[in-house]
């Protein structure tokens, strides 16, 4: 079973969201189901820095093996940073999907909606495996 | 409904990640399907092939039938060896491809593809019918699981007296390992130097185990159909269902070696694959020069055009680069100028000689 931390929120496209509570900037990865399914992660692409974005819009991508995934945009704002450690390296997505295999942040406007609790997600990831 | 093989606990155990594979649930991967193709690479790997068809014909005219039924010349094999051939439909287009061993004087073993044996079966036994010899299938009647990779002939030898430094590449011998009655055969899917063996369903686990055990110290590692696949294509070998299909001769493919004209008689396909030795298309090998990863079913453009198509694509860990196969119209492969159409930006690519890794001996 792969680790859901209770801490962050998370989509139906299996991207974690951190750092809502303060309400101005979030932080983007792909879960650690995700990164499972996916196998090793040998490319990745992150949005600029700079783009708006609205809630579901493709932004990037995350390239394994096997498979080509896109990379949602989980909340609407402004792009303001990306990782260059995860373009560089796309292997932490695998290793440290919650942590350094982080993709991009995100300044909010509006209300981030359809988000899915920690215990929401677990339920939907059970369904899936 | 999918079908397991006799060692599907055993990857359970393992912790595979299971699919889907032409109605079987095979393991995709055990952990990180890069150390799993490395290790073959570097030391050895562990397979479950037993979703491979094995169809036997037996009798006087077994090699006649053969000769008849496909495109190579199997009456002229010795015993104990293999060839690598093809069936094709009238038309020309290949059916499968298949490895033929010849076990004994009167009996041959042909290995076909999980997806195809059942209709591989059934055409053999059609084009067999009016020789003195039988088709059968007996594909429930083997498991088959592979040891390759550099390392493979030190395990292997560690639970064998047979002579496998005598046995050559493409030949196959019965023998026992580890207790048990196999057919041990010097072929494989990845490039390297390995064995496959042919064993009774109820032996598999403990063949497979004992294999494990005697490989723990040599890098051995149990090895998923991912890595499979990245071997095989860095290998430049075809899969049927990408590089061939019905609609692919196999003079498209690039593998017109194994149609043997100048054997005698008549053997289905003959006459359309006469007309079509030199196809106005090529299988290439290509090098993106990018990062992004050409598939399968990705257009190939000169200039703009579709001049082709991919037919598998993956990053190679050898390489360090994504590679893929394709078939090219000859005209663009002289004009040269190629990309690859991924998801809508044309990523250039570079024609390689195939295959893109061969080992050194």
């Known amino acids: ?129 | 409904m999918s079908r397991s093989t006799p060692l599907r606990e055993v990857h359970e155990s393992l912790g595979a990640t299971l699919t889907d594979f032409a109605g079987w649930q095979m393991p995709l991967r055990y952990g990180s399907e890069s150390a799993e193709h490395n290790a073959v690479r570097t030391a050895a790997g562990l397979f479950d092939l037993s979703h491979m068809g094995e169809i036997h014909v037996t009798g006087p005219q077994a090699g006649e039938a053969l000769d008849f039924a496909l495109v190579g010349h199997l009456s002229v094999l010795e015993p104990g060896r293999a060839r690598y051939t093809m069936i094709v439909t009238e038309d020309g287009g290949v059916l499968d491809d298949l490895i033929v061993y010849r076990l004994r004087p009167e009996e041959f073993m042909v290995v076909a593809n999980a997806s195809n044996y059942a209709r591989v079966a059934e055409e053999l036994a059609e084009r067999a019918q009016p020789y003195d010899a039988r088709v059968e299938d007996r594909s429930d009647s083997y498991a088959l699981i592979a040891v390759q990779g550099p390392n493979s002939t030190d395990i292997l030898g560690k639970l064998t007296d047979a002579d496998l430094v005598g046995l050559k590449y493409y030949a196959g011998l019965p023998g026992e390992v580890a207790g048990f009655e196999v057919m041990i055969a010097r072929t494989g899917y990845t490039g390297e130097d390995g064995f496959e063996l042919f064993v009774r369903p109820e032996d598999a686990v403990p063949l497979w185990n004992a294999l494990s055990e005697a490989g723990a110290e040599l890098g051995l590692r149990p090895c998923g159909l991912s890595a499979r696949d990245t071997l095989r294509l860095e290998a430049g070998m075809p899969l049927y269902g990408n590089e061939l299909t019905a609609d692919t001769t196999p003079f498209d493919a690039g593998l017109g070696r194994v149609v043997k004209f100048d054997k005698p008689g008549d053997f289905v396909g003959r006459a359309a694959l006469s007309g079509r030795t030199a196809p106005g298309r090529r299988l290439v090998g290509l090098v993106a020069r990018g990062r992004r990863v050409p598939r399968h079913g990705y257009p190939v453009t000169c200039e703009g055009e579709v001049v082709g198509e991919v037919t598998s694509g993956a990053p190679s860990q050898t390489l360090g680069k994504p590679i893929a196969m394709a078939y090219v119209a000859a005209d663009a492969l002289e004009k040269g100028g190629l990309a690859v159409d991924i998801r809508g930006s044309h990523e250039p690519v570079d024609v390689v000689d195939l295959p893109f890794y061969r080992r050194s001996k």
């Open chain 1, 1 to 129: 079973m792969s680790s859901i931390p209770d801490e962050l929120s998370y989509t139906k496209e299996h991207e974690w969201v951190a750092g809502l509570d303060d309400g101005l900037t979030v932080t983007v990865g792909v879960t650690a189901y995700a990164a499972e399914q996916l196998g090793d992660v040998v490319f990745v692409q992150v949005p600029e820095v700079g783009t708006n974005v609205e809630a579901g819009d493709a932004v990037g991508e995350v390239e394994s093996t096997k498979s080509v995934s896109d990379i949602y945009a989980p909340v609407g704002g402004e792009i303001v940073e990306t990782n260059p450690a995860v373009v560089d390296d796309p292997s932490l997505v695998n290793s440290d999907p919650y942590g350094d295999g982080w993709l991009f942040r995100v300044r909010l406007e509006g209300e981030p909606e359809d988000l899915l609790s920690a215990a929401e997600y677990t339920t939907l990831t059970s369904g899936e495996s």
